[in-house]
Nanobody, 127 residues
Framework: QPRLAESGGDSVQSGGSLRLTCVVS?????????LGWFRQAPGKKREAIGC???????RYLDAVQGRFTISQDNNKKTLYLQMDSLRPEDTAMYYC????????????????????WGQGTQVTVSS
């Protein structure tokens, strides 16, 4: 079954940048895929940050629009999250998730459909 592994989390100052990486393995289907980034801060619900599907179209949480950018390698086995202008409120555990059976970004963003998850990587932004 697919496995996802995040990396790149770190502690940075407010206004700084980080790039998170999610490597997907154990997945050999040539079908449609949906890959997304999520985060969960202590005491808060997990929220969807953004998602990209097989069309290449990306959607973003309003709070990160214009600051965060999702991209992926052509083979769709690596997903990136470029985070700029980081704020203390961006502090959270960041996860990547994938659905390998279709274009379900709208559902993933809404939290109505779930897929495979990584273990997470911690991002801490200090003021």
């Amino acid at each position: 079954q697919p496995r996802l592994a995040e990396s790149g989390g770190d502690s940075v100052q407010s206004g700084g940048s980080l790039r998170l990486t999610c490597v997907v393995s154990g997945y050999f289907s040539m079908g449609k895929t949906s890959l997304g980034w999520f985060r969960q801060a202590p005491g808060k619900k997990r929220e969807a940050i953004g998602c990209v599907d097989s069309t290449g179209r990306a959607r973003y949480l309003d709070a990160v629009q214009g600051r965060f950018t999702i991209s992926q390698d052509n083979n769709k086995k690596t997903l990136y999250l470029q985070m700029d202008s980081l704020r203390p409120e961006d502090t959270a555990m960041y996860y990547c998730a994938g659905i390998f059976s279709g274009d379900y970004c709208d559902e993933m963003m809404a939290g109505t459909r779930s897929g495979y998850w990584g273990q997470g990587t911690q991002v801490t932004v200090s003021s």
